[in-house]
């Protein structure tokens, strides 16, 4: 009903659109082409200055409205990020003043110069000295620009810190898997043709012995307030994109091609939450890759501690290859073993659920 | 009309004729696109390494014979010895089909060799190969079909046509797959 | 051979019977088939060209209507969504699956179909013989065939939009392995193979397009219209075509690996991929990131080739209706050029985030960004042809200051983007999407706007009706503005583009109202969009006819051809040029048409 009653009202104003069309026409034939046309030219020439009056409020009144619910108005949360944060004041610095300089010249010219009997055109078809100087300028900027841009880029893109730990970070529709090394420092070798949902989430090659502490997990990944972290990322099957937007850093997750990235954060979850005022605030992965229909909810979650938290954590989870051949275990001995050792891709939640609940 | 618009402008190169030269141009970048592709896969993990089957040297040398045919042919249309051209040109197209042939049989002897173009055991080397050359295997066909067209035109009584610009564009076409087709080899054989 | 004959010899060969002075408008008898239908006037296949891209164009807008609707209104049912969408609007919402259908759909119709066949496939078409001086284009049958080939494409894409498990949804740039696998997304199956046929199609007919808008520019052009005496129009169409001829291909290269790929078992993209009920797959050495390269080396190229038609418009219109030159013709030029080249050198501007070379990476992103100095140029060109000038707001004019202004907005924001380490934060988040449609979804279309009410007379004969022309313009500039402007602080907000809903997400679950009204605004757009095409269908029948020759005052050469020119363009002799295109208050006079010889007192101008 709703519907028949919009599309009538449409219908509606564009008959009477059309109408005073037509009219306008007939007046306009009527008076003289040229008059109407001197008419005409007066409206759009104010509307064109009307236009701009109202546009630059508009930019103002859209920043108002809007800046608060960006991410520019807390520290970004990681070290490198607060450099991002920088280049974007920087960029927007430039190109501001370009577009408020040209936006103005524009209007106002098209407003001032509209036509007039008593204005005589200035023929004026070319000049080597104004051409020069508006390709040089935009040059200088843009080196600047340049120059700055490419040392952060060389800077996220180089090799992280000495210090840094390394998680690895899977991408698959539509969730993530996450893998620590363990005690040993490195993780074990993987074969994506050993993958199974149930009992190996990543494919790792059991008989590699380097991967026999790896820690597997979904859902949560904790990482180290201060203390810079590499990912090292990639994919099961289409191509994801692990999207930090508080850290402000962005890789893909391309199947067969493992991809980097590394930052430090800034804030443990809980100092986000009060610098944001948000007591729900999370570190959210959004992934920025379209990967298929369930796209918009690949969420991946990142809890941020300090040392302490993270180690007391850290010592509660179970390596993945023991969680699968809990006969092995060489802590806890037979007795475990048949609690369900196929539900593992589910236990690791719990396991962090239970390990935040605890903190 | 037309007397007044040639003796006054600088003499220009037909249109048909620069048409094909931007066609060929176009292509270019087609096989540009293929083998740069062929070369990044190359550089990367798991590149399968194998010889050319011989019959690619066969059908080489075929389709550089068919050049020289084509290239008598235009001569004849120009000296109106309209009998010869016919051969000529129906030379021309058989060793063209002959070309696509031995290229089919290149393939069938990859095979034979356990070396698989496509499905789950193919390697992407050979796919490119199969690729690659398939496309141009098109293009070659592509030119025999308009060699028949010409064919049919110079029996066909109707038409008496002294205009060589046609002949000369199919020429122009024919010598320009040949010339792909040795880049292609020799890029299989010595660069990719 | 000349204009005459090729004319004469479309599909024969050219006999040489018939120089002289006949014009062949009066002795072919056309059929309506031969008129309408399969018509070798390139003034005919011009507007073929333009209604096609007109359906498309109310197709995507239609798309981006729906799925606003659920961006907008993400909670809320529509039962009536449900009549026409059927399954893929169970209980009146929108699914997963019909919005990535909507949105991939929407961008690929319309930058390819609108705005690349619809752009220039009109104005090339229509414009190229009409301002070079030539009866018709280098070979007329070639031409017939681009446009049957983009009707086949069309047909194709919107097949592809009934079969069961639905059209393509795997976003406009279809990267594989998502592309590549149908198990992996129902979009994938049959309506991937459909979408790749219609682009295979749409490839033979752009490219058929280009080589011949480029033998024509180059080889037929009358007699004193030498290359720095062309139209800006001219060059702009000829730098477009050039840029397709040389990137289409490379796009199809790339397509039919994936062909390949998704038929044959081979594994050009494809490596280690393990599918949820499906299990692991075959292919080991692929690289998915291949492709991109290949589509990206066309993809970027597009963009110019969507962008340069209507910066050739642009520059035109605004010089005659400021009735001054334009401003720096031989920097405009330049400039052209210089876009066109480095719009092939900059393609992984899009691949910042893939794990590219960061050597590599910092290359694109000085090319990248020197691209804005030509860009600059061009900017600063066109205000100062409205420096002191006689400004007659026709409703091109004013379609072409809204390009200006909205190139402005929309190119600027490219330097955010094309700086990689900026590029990292802004990828993928709505900061793209308002980049893109600011200088491509709207400043190109008004671009093509600005064309067709300069040309409608042209075209047919009639005017198109002046008040609608502003309602149109007007609501659509600031219309655009709202939508599209603060979708940047979104981006900002780093919300990510391409999803369906954002209420799982604390990050960026704060816009609900903002869509609403961004949604609200497209729906008012639209519906103006379609004011503009009642406008333009009523003109041509029921507008007012236009009785000079010359309406707008204007100096090249398809003013000087009859109202309703037929097939031929020209009722005796091609006129001679004398000048370049840009002789507008000289020496005190209105304007000099190209056709008039220099006068003896007149000044220099170089
Ligand atoms: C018509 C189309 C068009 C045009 C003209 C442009 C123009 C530009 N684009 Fe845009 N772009 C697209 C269409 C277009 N783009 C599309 C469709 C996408 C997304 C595809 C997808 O992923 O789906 C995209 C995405 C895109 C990206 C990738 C973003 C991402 O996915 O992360 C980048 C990055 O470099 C980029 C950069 C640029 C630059 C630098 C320009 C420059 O050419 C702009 C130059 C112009 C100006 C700079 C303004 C005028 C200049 C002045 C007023 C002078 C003074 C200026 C200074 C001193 C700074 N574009
Ligand atoms: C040039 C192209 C173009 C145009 C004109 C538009 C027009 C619009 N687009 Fe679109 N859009 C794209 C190209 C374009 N878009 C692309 C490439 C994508 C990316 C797809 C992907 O991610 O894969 C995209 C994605 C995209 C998204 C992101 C979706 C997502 O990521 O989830 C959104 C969201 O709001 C959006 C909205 C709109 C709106 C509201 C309009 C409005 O402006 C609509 C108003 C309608 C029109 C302007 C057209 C109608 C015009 C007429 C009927 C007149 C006909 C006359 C002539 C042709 C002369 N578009
Ligand atoms: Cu995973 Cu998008
Ligand atoms: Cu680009």
Redesign the interface.
Known sequence: MTMFLTIAVIVLIFVVIFQIAKASEYVSVLKGEEVSRKQNNKINGFLMIGFLVLGLFGVWYCNELYYGKTLLVHDAASVEGARVDSMLWVTLAVTGIVFILTQIVLFWFAYKYQESENRKVFFFPHNNKLEVIWTVIPAIALTVLVVIGLRNWFLFTGEPPQNAMVVEVTGKQFGWIYRYPGKDGSFGKKYYKNIDNASNSLGLIWDDKLGHDDVVMEQTMYLVKGKPVKLIIGSRDVIHDVGLVHFRMKMDAVPGIPTTMWFTPKYTTKEMKEITGNPNFQYEISCDQMCGNGHYSMKGVIEVVDQEEFDAWMVKQKPYYVQQFPEKDPAAPKAVADTAAKTASVKPVEAAKKAVAKM | MMTSVQTNEPKRIHPHKFTMWVAMGSIVMAFAGLTSAYIVKKNQSSWLEFDLPVVFWYSTAVILISSVTMHLATKAFKAREMGRYRTLMTVTAALGVLFIVLQYLGFVNLEANNIALVGAKSNSAASFLLVITGLHMVHVLGGVIALLVMFIRAYSSKTKTYSSVPVEVAGTYWHFVDVLWIYLFIFYNWIG | ??????VHAHG?????EG???HHHEHHHHETFITKYVFSQDHKMIAKQFLITGMVWAVLGGLMSVLFRLQLGYPDAT?P?LEDILGKWAKGGRIT??AY?ALVTTHGTVLVFFVLTAGLSGTFANFLIPLQVGARDM??PF?NMLSYWFFFAASIVMLSSMFVETGPF???WTA?P??SA?GD????SKTGMDMWLISMALFVVSS?LG???Y???V???RT?GMSMTRLPLTIWALFFTAVLG??????L???F??LI?DRN?????Y???????GVG?L?????????YQ??FW?LGHPEVYIILLPAMGMVSEILSVN??????????MIGSLFAIAILAFLVWAHHMF???LN?FL??IF??LT??I??PS??K???W??T????????TPGM?FA?GF??LF??GG??G??LG????D??L???YFVIAHFHIVMGVASMFGMFAGIYHWFPKMYGKYL????G??HF?VT??GA??IF??MH?EG???M?R?????S?????K??VE?NRFISTVAMIVF?VQ??FL??FFYSIFKG?KVTSLNPWGATTLEWTTPINPGHGNWVG?IPEVHRWA?D?????KEFIAQTTPVGADESE??
């Open positions: 051979m000349s204009n005459e004959a090729v024969a060969v050219a006999t040489h120089h002289g002075d529509f009536w997963q699956e990535y280098a070979s070639m949804s795997g976003g990267y392995p998502l696998l992996a997304s129902p979009g490219l280009g080589l011949n480029i033998a024509t180059l080889n037929m007699k001829v040389l990137s289409f291909p490379v199809f290269s790339g039919i690996l390949f044959f078992g081979t594994s050009f494809l490596s280690d991929i393990f599918i949820n692991a075959p292919n080991e050495g692929g690289s998915a990131i291949l390269h290949l080396f400021s009735r001054k030159p334009i401003f720096g013709y031989m920097a985030v893939t794990g960061p990476g910092s992103v000085l960004l020197l804005a100095v600059a140029i900017v600063f060109n205000l100062t409205l420096w002191r000038g006689n400004i007659r707001f004013l200051i200006v202004s402005i907005s600027l924001t330097i955010w700086n990689s380490a900026l990292i934060h990828h993928d988040t009706n002046n008040t609608m502003y309602i007007w500039l600031a503005y709202l402007w603060p602080y900002l907000a780093g990510p391409r999803y369906y809903d954002y799982i997400w604390e990050s960026f704060q816009f903002l519906a379609l004011l009642f406008n007012r002799e840009y507008y208050g000289k020496d005190g101008h170089h």
